[in-house]
């Protein structure tokens, strides 16, 4: 079976008064019908880069200046701006971190949400009506006719990101990229959330491109795992493999960092130091002035992707893994 999204070489620099730096670095994967791709990261290691790269969302001063993202061996790179917005919301669709922020705070939610559905499913204005509240009801929001009429202030922080999610599925996209959607969600709102959100993928057979810095998340939701760092990928594999066996020293230390059930410690393994910004990066790996597995060559040579004992699905980036 052809994927659904396959992503090669993607390349993304801004250019600065300092001079161009990349922040995604020839990045490639692909994801199956209804399978999801979890993409692992601290903060400011691409991975919301990436997705706004694909959703072609990317300002100046930044811009995608290489490889190709292709749906259903559509090339959405080479798409026009005209064409793009047929795109956008339709046959793709994105969830974003930050409900309050992504949704209009003057406009109702079913105003925002018929807008979107009479555009790409070309249903007059009762039609698409229904179909707003039938989405709304479908994930979950109690009196959606009501919720229909109201504005995002009226809706507590996990019902705006509900309404997100209705509006992101209204019109059936065959792809959906869910950048940290239960990152300002307090333990118990964001456990319904992933719930709802795998039960609405397998009633809707998506393919699902997951962003968090929550290995939790990641365990629950997520098919595969690419695990990225200063706009690289580090490693790539099936979750459950990741997790329980991580090759690159960056994996094994993000996994270590987290608390583990029935294991009192006085303090949580940290990774020393912080992510460089792009233009302070090491010559070779991005990760050698943190790694505790460092070698003389990690400093002036990049490690590239290799098979993991000769297996197709797994890979790693590291000229000393675990």
């Keep these: 079976m052809k994927p659904v999204v396959q992503v090669k070489d993607l390349e993304t620099t801004f250019f600065l008064k300092s001079g161009p730096f990349r922040a995604v670095n020839k990045i490639s994967y ?20 990436t997705s706004f790269s694909l959703m072609r969302l990317i300002e100046r001063p930044g811009k995608v200046t290489g490889g190709q993202f292709l749906l259903n061996d559509q090339n959405i790179l080479n798409l026009s701006d005209r064409q793009m917005e047929d795109v956008r919301g339709g046959k793709m669709a994105m969830i974003f971190q ?42 979950g929001i109690p009196s959606a006719k009501d919720r229909y009429e109201a504005y995002p202030h009226h809706l507590s922080g996990g019902m705006r990101q509900r309404a997100m999610i209705a509006m992101a599925l209204s019109c059936n996209p065959q792809f959906l990229i869910a950048d940290e959607p239960t990152t300002a969600l307090d333990v118990t709102i964001q456990a319904q959330i992933l719930e709802l959100f795998q ?34 990928t580090c490693e790539t594999g099936p979750t459950q493999d990741i997790l329980n066996s991580p090759k690159h020293p960056y994996t094994g230390a993000l996994i270590q960092s987290r608390p583990k059930m029935g294991h009192r410690v006085s303090r ?15 010559k070779g790996c991005p990760f050698a002035n943190r790694c505790g597995n460092v070698l003389e060559q990690c400093w002036n040579n990049k490690p590239q992707l290799q098979p993991v004992n000769g297996a197709t699905n797994r890979a790693v980036a590291c000229f000393n893994p675990l």
């Design 98 to 139: 930050e409900p309050m922020t992504a949704l209009n705070p003057v406009l109702t939610i079913g105003y925002q949400m018929d807008e979107q559905i009479q555009k790409h499913l070309k249903l007059n204005k009762k039609d698409a009506r229904d179909r707003a509240i039938e989405m709304l009801q479908l994930v």
């Design 268 to 282: 949580l393994k940290t990774i020393e130091g912080s992510v460089p910004a792009p233009h302070e990066l090491p």
């Design 30 to 49: 692909e994801i199956n019908k209804g399978e999801t791709l979890g993409i692992v990261g601290e903060s400011g290691c691409g991975k919301s880069v």
């Design 199 to 232: 039960t609405l993928q397998e009633k809707m057979n998506m393919s699902v491109q997951f962003i968090t810095h929550d290995l939790g998340v990641i365990s629950e939701v997520s098919d595969k795992v690419m695990v990225m760092y200063g706009g690289h």
